[in-house]
């Protein structure tokens, strides 16, 4: 999908500047510059820790950057600082927007993985308990 497809299925966030900068390196500095909430629940779920599906982080989907990506279970895990709570309808409409192209997507506050990362693996694993993976058949 195009920006400008994006851009017109988004009318609630703001254009974004043209950057001539890859993707790849985009997320390689995000990754690079990953906050401590998302370090902590990185630890968890790197190496196929939970019943072997592989999350990748900072991956691009359209022109946006998410934080966790299961391409197995088509899940994504975002998590949302502080500055979060005054961009309510820009956090929707980026949701709208991955639901719309088949991912279920699960926030998580920062707060939420400092204060017990168990809880939020939890809640990540319960949503892969029911997931059929991409290719498995319903048995």
Known sequence: ???????????????????????????????????????????????RQLYGFQFRRQHSIGPFFVDFICLEANLIVELDGAQHADQKEQDQSRSDFLRTNGYHVLRFWNSEVLADVDSVVEGIAEVLRRTQRKGEQEK
């Open 1 to 47: 999908m195009r920006f400008s497809e994006c851009a017109a299925i988004l009318p609630n966030y703001p254009q974004m500047a043209h950057d001539p900068t890859l993707p790849r390196d985009t997320a390689r500095s995000l990754r690079t510059n990953a906050t401590e909430p998302e370090q902590k629940l990185w630890s968890k779920l790197r190496k």
